[in-house]
């Protein structure tokens, strides 16, 4: 015995199970695609309903750290340096009998990777890249330029 007419919707859904499929597909990409945030593009104002990080305030920008490769006159105190160390970074202040005092430009430093030296022409000293924080890594940069640095291990 077969009764009719009980659940005519449930047997056209049933019959046409690819296209209601191939709805539910779409509808759930249509939500999905509502709901992933978009970061703003460059110059571009965020939207009301997007939340903005407010910008960071110049003490903020200075402490951010920034990796900044670093050349260390002895080259074999820096074969001795592995990743993740912690260093100090001392410049030599120039000639010693000029009555310079050495200084530390970078405190706590954190090495983050030891090139290889190069093929090329042989420079004193070798490199290695630092993370520091960015007022740090001007500093350095103009250690560097003006004489010599050292690392001493933490």
Same mark, same amino acid.
């Given at each position: 015995?077969?009764?009719?007419?009980?659940?005519?919707?449930?047997?056209?859904?049933?019959?046409? #199970?690819?296209? *209601?499929? +191939?709805? %539910?597909?779409?509808?759930? @990409?249509? =939500?999905?695609?509502? &709901? !992933?945030?978009?970061? /703003?593009?460059?110059?571009?104002?965020?939207?009301?309903?997007?939340?903005?990080?407010?910008?960071?305030?110049?003490?903020?920008?200075?402490?951010?750290?920034?990796?900044?490769?670093?050349?260390?006159?002895?080259?074999?105190?820096?074969?001795?340096?592995?990743?993740?160390? #912690?260093?100090? *970074?001392? +410049?030599? %202040?120039?000639?010693?009998? @000029?009555? =310079?005092?050495?200084? &530390? !430009?970078?405190?706590? /430093?954190?090495?983050?990777?030891?090139?290889?030296?190069?093929?090329?022409?042989?420079?004193?000293?070798?490199?290695?890249?630092?993370?520091?924080?960015?007022?740090?890594?001007?500093?350095?940069?103009?250690?560097?330029?003006?004489?010599?640095?050292?690392?001493?291990?933490?």
């Amino acid at each position: 015995m077969r009764v009719r007419g009980g659940w005519p919707r449930l047997d056209r859904l049933l019959r046409h #199970r690819r296209r *209601v499929l +191939a709805v %539910g597909l779409a509808m759930t @990409a249509a =939500a999905l695609a509502g &709901t !992933v945030p978009r970061a /703003a593009a460059p110059g571009e104002t965020p939207a009301p309903h997007r939340v903005a990080a407010a910008p960071a305030p110049a003490a903020d920008r200075s402490a951010a750290k920034v990796t900044a490769p670093v050349r260390i006159a002895d080259a074999d105190t820096v074969r001795l340096l592995r990743p993740g160390d #912690r260093v100090d *970074v001392i +410049a030599a %202040g120039g000639s010693p009998s @000029a009555g =310079a005092e050495p200084r &530390t !430009v970078a405190s706590g /430093a954190r090495v983050t990777a030891v090139p290889e030296p190069g093929e090329g022409p042989a420079e004193a000293g070798a490199l290695v890249v630092l993370s520091v924080p960015r007022d740090a890594a001007a500093r350095l940069a103009g250690a560097g330029a003006s004489g010599p640095l050292a690392v001493a291990f933490r």
